[in-house]
């Protein structure tokens, strides 16, 4: 990239910014993927509650984050209630190391995530159209998806 004087410009404040990254799968899924798994790990961080909280939500059929993929939602909760029971006997260096063998070992839990994360912000989408990013109306984000 050395090359791109633009490319390595931001190369560099990034480098200088941000003392981590992480390499995703570029797939199409990698915002997803990147959402997903900080998401996760900050719950852990925060604590039991916070993880349980998001389980919870999750479950709830009527909850925050409807999703009417019943099998979907259960293979996640069990994930979640993995990652929740370690935290509470062994702490979050555990916790985090486990949710990390799921994501590294795992390509189930990796795909489930993903498809609820995209169900859940499609809902959203599809919930709110006249809302707007940067001026371009949900509305017309949504139709371009589903048409």
């Known amino acids: 990239y050395k090359e791109t004087p633009a490319v390595y410009s ?3 404040a990034l480098k200088r910014d941000y003392t981590h990254f992480r390499k995703v799968r570029a ?3 990698c915002y997803y993927r990147s959402v997903g798994y900080a998401y996760i790990e900050k719950l852990l961080t925060l604590g039991p509650v916070y993880l ?12 925050y984050y409807k999703c009417d993929d019943p099998a ?3 293979i996640l909760s069990g994930h979640l209630q993995q990652l929740y029971d370690r ?3 062994e702490g979050v260096e555990k916790a985090l190391q486990l949710f990390f063998r799921m994501v590294i070992l795992s390509e189930h839990f990796d795909n489930v995530l993903i498809r609820f994360l995209r169900t859940i912000i499609a809902n959203y989408m599809l919930k709110n159209t006249s809302a707007s990013i940067n001026g371009l109306p949900l509305s017309t984000a949504v139709m371009s998806e589903y048409s």
Not at 52 to 63: A, L, Q, T
């Open 87 to 89: 935290l509470l006997k």
């Open 10 to 12: 931001k190369m560099e």
């Open 27 to 29: 797939d199409g899924n």
């Open 52 to 63: 349980k909280d998001f389980r919870d939500k999750i479950v709830k059929k009527d909850g």
């Open 72 to 74: 979907m939602v259960n």
